[in-house]
């Protein structure tokens, strides 16, 4: 079946710009994961969304970071006025139990944005 | 303030030896321990985890093995073959939260 699928796979903008960044999760997976890798760093958590209940929004780095997840499914982060420091892959995951760190977390190929 | 911690950040090793690759962490109530493999343009793909009530866990070529009291867990790949050449990342997590934490990253050369 389809595994996570991100867009676009590549984003640049210009400094204050604002950029909204898409994942689709693997059908059925009720918990969803955003997460930002910036250069030489490891995978930074962002986001969580699972099933109906009040994401965890514990990581996002500024209140110029949200995100959505429309009807259980697709998810969009949305940064506005955007910064240099902000250019990272952005990564998202789905998974299929309850949601938690312990669960297998299957990743899309994730967002490349670059703040010029 | 990173919690895990891979100090390599990459490894050569020829076709057929044996790769370690290491992974430090700092907070005692991580619980749970996985390794994720990454090749270049695509996203992690999960590879083999351990819970901290075992100390190794093995899968085929991959073993993991886990020191509580060092805070210290080891991937073990046996033997190493040029498809293995990939970035891999170390991940702890604690039961009942709700994200991994992630190593920066080894990026594994299998010379052929």
């Known amino acids: 079946g389809a595994g996570v699928s991100q867009s676009p796979s590549n984003k640049v903008t210009e400094k204050g710009k604002d950029v909204e960044l898409r994942c689709d999760p693997i059908?059925?997976?009720?918990?969803l994961y955003w997460y930002r890798q910036s250069l030489g760093q490891g995978l930074e958590f962002l986001i969580y969304?699972?099933?109906?209940?009040?994401?965890?929004k514990s990581g996002l780095p500024s209140d110029r970071f949200s995100a959505e997840r429309t009807g259980g499914s697709v998810s969009t982060l949305t940064i506005q006025r955007t910064q240099q420091e902000d250019s990272a892959v952005y990564l998202c995951a789905s998974s299929s139990l309850a949601g938690g760190g312990t669960d297998t977390q299957y990743f899309g190929p994730g967002t490349r944005l670059t703040v010029l | 303030d990173q919690q895990v911690k891979q100090n390599s950040p990459s490894l050569s090793v020829q076709e057929g030896r044996i790769s370690i690759l290491n992974c430090d962490y700092t907070?005692?109530?991580?619980?749970?321990f996985l390794w994720y493999k990454k090749y270049p343009a695509e996203g992690p793909t999960f590879l083999i985890s351990i819970s901290s009530i075992k100390d190794k866990n093995e899968d085929g070529r991959f073993t993991v093995f886990l020191n509580k009291s060092a805070k210290h867990l080891s991937l073990h790949i046996v033997p190493s073959q040029p498809g293995d050449s990939a970035v891999y990342f170390c991940a702890a997590s604690e039961t009942g939260a709700n994200n991994l934490f992630f190593g920066t990253g080894t990026r594994l050369t299998v010379i052929p």
């Open positions: 969304f699972q099933g109906n209940s009040a994401p965890d």
């Open positions: 059908s059925g997976h009720t918990a």
């Open positions: 907070n005692s109530m991580f619980d749970y």
